[in-house]
């Protein structure tokens, strides 16, 4: 099973964690950021349907969304 959480870390600053869990134990995966929660909700409904890629070293999405 898979969660997705927005954490509003700062003042325009919209983290978002991919939630894991295996057989009870539960995983943390941080994503990537945004600066605004529109934004941010609009990867997680595109990382659902797989449509969206993130570069491993600087966690930026591609495509990019605004």
Do not use: Q, S, W
Not at 1 to 24: P, S
Not at 26 to 34: P, V
Request: some cysteine; proline content about 3%.
């Amino acid at each position: 099973m898979e969660e997705y959480r927005i954490n509003h870390a700062a003042h325009g600053c919209y983290e978002v964690i991919l939630i894991k869990y295996n057989n009870g134990e539960k995983k943390c995966e941080y994503l990537t950021n945004f600066r605004n929660k529109k934004a941010a909700m609009a990867f997680v409904e595109a990382h659902r349907l797989n449509e969206v890629a993130i570069d491993l070293d600087t966690r930026i999405p591609t495509p990019d969304f605004r």
